[in-house]
């Protein structure tokens, strides 16, 4: 039932990295826009970072220049690279994948920034 599983979320001090990955066992990624949202404690979900089907990236404002969305099509991966994080970070991070009526969300991973 769950076909996107996303991996590399614990816990980073301030100024830290971390990457981020969501696997997608379906067939046809590439045809997929792939996304990354974030959920914090007591915050509605929020768009983080985009990539299309045709590469094109779009990035939330907050992490704008911090974060890097990509994918490897060959692995059927999309990987959100974190860098320079913050607290505000702190959330669980989601994968998902759209492509027409299709809408799939991973379980997520829970990234923790904290000194």
């Known amino acids: 039932q769950v076909q996107l599983v996303e991996s590399g979320g614990g816990l980073v001090q301030p100024g830290g990295s971390l990457r981020l990955s969501c696997a997608d066992s379906?067939?046809?990624?590439?045809?997929?826009?792939m996304g990354w949202y974030r959920q914090a404690p007591g915050k509605q979900r929020e768009l983080v970072a985009i990539?299309?089907?045709?590469?094109?990236?779009n990035y939330a404002d907050s992490v704008k220049g911090r974060f890097t969305i990509s994918r490897d099509n060959a692995k059927n991966t999309v990987y959100l690279q974190m860098n320079s994080l913050k607290p505000e970070d702190t959330a669980v991070y989601y994968c998902?994948?759209?492509?027409?009526?299709?809408?799939?969300w991973g379980q997520g991973t829970l990234v923790t920034v904290s000194s």
């Open positions: 990539i299309t089907s045709g590469g094109t990236t």
């Open positions: 998902n994948a759209k492509r027409g009526p299709l809408n799939k």
């Open positions: 379906a067939s046809h990624f590439s045809m997929n826009d």
